[in-house]
């Protein structure tokens, strides 16, 4: 039979996402990708896990190899507690405070479920973090797109978007504001003190909640740690989402929902009939790992590799962009990516057939665009590829950017 | 704030699971429990994963550490290609007829929001998997169901169903018809030959799919195993749900949808949005596993020890039930549960009370019917208490009928 007939609206909405068409090309031989958001297989701490996994499926096989509670992990729970005490000084969080989901897209997706009706409206920055896109898509809201600057979202236009959403009696349709305040995916920028105080002020002006999704902060390279937003408001006004995908390894699948109980109660019951729990032995191990080893003197020599490889990009950047007018790029604290702006006109999507054929792939911006629109920007990874392919990435890059241009009588 | 004002349908319609709360009460101590539907854990070859666990991090940690398509490890899908070719004659399948799945729930959950929208209409059986039943209720739509026998669902109504549907000009919004073909949660009854095809000539009168729900299948104590639906009506009919949580372990949380390459495209795209990808780690771990060892000879012990409990529980049932006039249950063939209907007037969930007074514990008929209506019967799984405690917990469960079938005159 034609399936096809009998699809949902959302069944006949999901489209194939162009980041995976475009990363199939980047397997090709002598091809340089900074496309990718993966972090570098090496720095995952496969002696202390396979040691692990081999003890508890042995010892703890009742528990590891059994159905999890949907909640999760009682003592990864309690490990997280004491992380973000030790780490943030975030206190008086209990078991009931927290649920561990399938990575942290299963997060953003039940926060999709839980808050989202057609009429909704989401506020979310301009550029959106893909994957908030496509769980938040979904349930068809109405996107209201906060562009993002330096140091994070423009409040001021923030400002004016709820006042005008309140003056027209929408505010009530605001479910909530969606931030990533470190290192943001794909902008690279990190949101201010001063700005994350004024986000908390126009929430509680009102009365929204905030969710604030923070993969990276642990990843920091340089410039002093921020207070998370969370810390700031409080569970009764922020839900945080975290990962282990960037500080132990995405293979475990763990991410995890951090807000009042009340809230996380709702989310339990939303993952009850989504996945029904997570994987006890992936949350064990990520348990006795956290457990046994200090997360902070683990994650050093990541960060090093980190910053040192952004650092050669940057470089790359300087030498090989320094001279193209009005491109300029993101230099970012910590995390992941950077994100190049060429010139007006560029379009990074049309120019990606040319970066094809140099073998050099980026993100071009458009899929980040909350209406899918034409982008000078691209999202690059600088953490996977080796130092000298980072240069001679950045120098096909340039040739792909000069050579676009003057097909397009841009430069 | 009250997150509460800003919850969606969904969001609000979410209720704590009635079987969640009952559980709760079977830890106590002396309890004897037959509401849970886990396997045990001594069933579980934890050496074999413990090794394999060890091996896999430390040499495939590149792999296993890292993201994972969303579709899942093609190792794992070969070693799948080779089960069904092997244990059932189901052939022609490539690695694109198949996608790995956080535990069926997960499955379940993708083919609402594929297939279902509020109009929508799916057949399910009556009683119906608490399992679907929660993830089709995600999506809101009209159910029809369609009540058990003991060769499974009854076609005759299924028949006049789908004729009064068409007639009515309704069938277009029937988006599937929903089975558990073997050993069926909760009623444990397994659907014959006979109505698989007829259950097949109505889907292909009426131009419907089927979801095969097949969790149980290979836990077959007697009888002669019957080919799957999917396997006579093939991939471009049927869609087949499949799990390891029942014959390897459910701590590995992996669930596999078998369909058609075009709706196995569609579970991949919704499934990118619901959790990205399932854990490299756990997809890896079973497939190395099935590739050392025979599956069929490994589940034989198994299968011996739920046989020899179900026997167990079946002769308790005789000598404790034999006497009370009306009462039934199913002699189920093969996996975890038995389904009891105690006389008319009986109220399973009330008589709950007193069940917990005697410290023996089932899950009550009422949830696992669509409609949440009063139930004379309940669900007993055989598989986790040992053999002494099956016989002392019937005993008790007697006990418990008379005492309530006299309070209410009934008996």
Excluded at 7 to 18: D, E, I, R, T, V
Excluded at 289 to 305: G, N
């Amino acid at each position: 039979m034609d399936f096809e007939t009998k699809y949902s609206k959302l069944g006949n909405s999901l489209q194939s996402s162009l980041i995976r068409e475009l990363l199939k090309y980047a397997s090709v031989p002598n091809a340089i990708s900074f496309g990718g958001g993966v972090p570098d297989p090496e720095t995952f701490p496969r002696k202390e896990l396979s040691q692990i996994a081999s003890e508890i499926i042995e010892k703890e096989y009742a528990y590891v190899l059994q159905y999890s509670t949907t909640e999760g992990d009682p003592e990864l729970a309690n490990q997280i507690i004491a992380m973000l005490e030790r780490i943030y000084g975030i206190s008086n969080l209990s078991e009931n405070n927290i649920m561990f989901t399938t990575g942290s897209q299963e997060a953003l997706e039940l926060a999709g479920k839980i808050f989202l009706d057609e009429e909704s409206i989401a506020i979310v920055e301009d550029p959106f973090y893909l994957g908030a896109a496509s769980a938040f898509k979904m349930r068809f809201p109405k996107f209201v797109t906060i562009p993002l600057e330096d140091d994070g979202m423009n409040v001021d236009v923030l400002e004016k978007e709820l006042k005008s959403l309140d003056e027209k009696g929408l505010i009530k349709k605001v479910k909530f504001i969606y931030v990533i305040p470190n290192f943001h995916n794909p902008a690279g920028v990190t949101l201010s003190y001063e700005k994350r105080k004024r986000i908390i002020e126009l929430a509680e002006r009102y009365d929204l909640p905030i969710i604030e999704d923070d993969p990276y902060g642990l990843l920091r390279f340089e410039g002093e740690p921020l207070d998370p937003i969370f810390k700031m408001a409080g569970p009764e006004r922020v839900i945080l989402l975290n990962t282990f995908s960037k500080i132990l390894a995405p293979g475990l699948r763990i991410g995890v929902v951090i807000g009042s109980e009340q809230v996380v109660r709702k989310f339990v019951l939303a993952k009850q009939g989504t996945d029904l729990c997570s994987s006890a032995l992936t949350q064990r191990l990520a348990a006795r790992y956290f457990e046994r080893y200090d997360i902070l003197q683990q994650i050093t020599p990541t960060i090093k590799l980190y910053k040192s490889k952004k650092d050669t990009m940057m470089q790359a950047f300087e030498e090989y962009f320094g001279d193209i007018k009005g491109i300029k790029w993101v230099k970012p604290e910590g995390g992941l990516f950077t994100w190049v702006t060429l010139p007006e006109g560029f379009d990074t999507m049309e120019m990606f057939e040319i970066a094809k054929q140099k073998l050099v792939f980026y993100i071009p911006g458009q899929p980040f665009t909350p209406d899918n629109k034409v982008s000078p920007s691209m999202r690059m990874s600088f953490c996977l590829p080796p130092h000298e392919k980072i240069v001679e990435g950045v120098k096909r890059l340039r040739d792909t950017i000069l050579e676009y241009g003057k097909t397009k009588g841009l430069i």
